[in-house]
């Protein structure tokens, strides 16, 4: 059996930049992610036995003076921001520099009047965040049917940025679909390179094989975009977190495997996968 792993599996700078942030806070006193550093188990459980706690809420008991609370890659809002700061704790932002760049631009584009369109999930903490840096209400599209019925005064100048790991081909789908309603739009293609190079490597690779792995956590948004993909270009795609999910009878017999990992996926899962169909 011929075993393709793709080059841009793993994690991404932005992850892995997060997951070193917490590490090396540890010992420093208590320490906290707001939010799960990554949408990654493995990695979370890790940090847990290590005395890093997950909280919710800027208004949790446990954020003393002296505590560290180490902001996720997805960042979160200015009203959260500012209310971790009147807690007094120690603030360490391992915001993605991609996604602390969208921050930027729909402060300055609702500053010069843009009303903001946000191409994403609106359930995903990274577009909550965006959400959160608007001066003013923004609209979230994430499927055609909401891009068709987007309606607003012909009068409006918009703005549209995408979640930085939105499928790459649908963002241009449904930007189309908004342009062709005559409206005032600047469009700014906000989804990271390394998502891009990621979704393309998977989907070459995907219409190449017999059957596709893609590996990682349930909840991890670009994992199930790539999986969407690989999907569309392989009927015998397997979403995974870890190898335990992996009936490897369901691809041994296969001529050629092919195997990618979201961007929250660590590099010994990635591993131990591409090892066990070696055999």
């Known amino acids: 059996m011929q075993v393709t792993l793709a080059k841009t599996a793993g994690f991404c700078f932005g992850v892995k930049r ?58 979160i809002s200015r ?11 120690r603030i360490v932002d391992a915001t993605c520099p991609f996604v602390r760049k969208i921050h930027r631009i729909v402060q300055e584009q609702a500053a010069e009047g843009r009303s903001i369109i946000i191409i994403g999930n609106a359930s995903h903490p990274e577009v909550e965040a965006i959400r959160g ?36 081909n649908k963002f241009k789908e449904l930007v189309e679909i908004i342009s062709k309603k005559g409206y005032d739009i600047r469009c700014l293609n906000t989804i990271c390179s390394a998502t891009e190079e990621r979704q393309t490597e998977a989907r070459q690779i ?5 059957a596709m792995i893609v590996i990682g956590g349930r909840h991890s948004s670009n994992t ?3 999986f969407e993909i690989c999907k569309n270009e392989c009927e ?30 660590p590099n010994n899962i990635i591993e131990e996968v591409h090892k066990a169909c070696l055999k």
């Not at 992610?33 to 005395?51: C, F, K, M, Q, W």
């Not at 995907?206 to 017999?210: E, N, R």
Request: glycine share 6%; aromatic share 6%.
């Open 133 to 168: 840096w608007c001066q003013s209400p923004a609209t979230v599209i994430e499927s055609i049917d909401e891009a068709d019925r987007f309606c607003a005064p012909k009068s409006e100048k918009l703005c549209i940025v995408s979640q930085t790991t939105f499928n790459y």
């Open 18 to 75: 997060a997951v070193n942030m917490v590490y090396e806070e540890i010992g420093r006193g208590p320490v906290y992610t707001y939010g799960p550093i990554i949408h990654n188990e493995a990695v979370v459980s890790d940090l847990n036995r290590r005395g890093v706690a997950v909280v919710e809420d800027v208004s949790d008991p446990r954020l003393i003076p002296g505590a560290s609370i180490v902001i996720r890659s997805h960042g």
């Open 236 to 265: 015998n795609t397997y979403y995974i977190q870890t190898l335990d999910d992996l009936d490897l009878a369901q691809v041994t017999s296969m001529a050629n495997v092919g195997i990618t990992a979201g961007a929250s996926t």
């Open 224 to 226: 199930q975009k790539l």
């Open 79 to 89: 009203e959260e921001y500012e209310a971790l700061k009147c807690r007094g704790v």
């Open 206 to 210: 995907a219409a190449d094989v017999d």
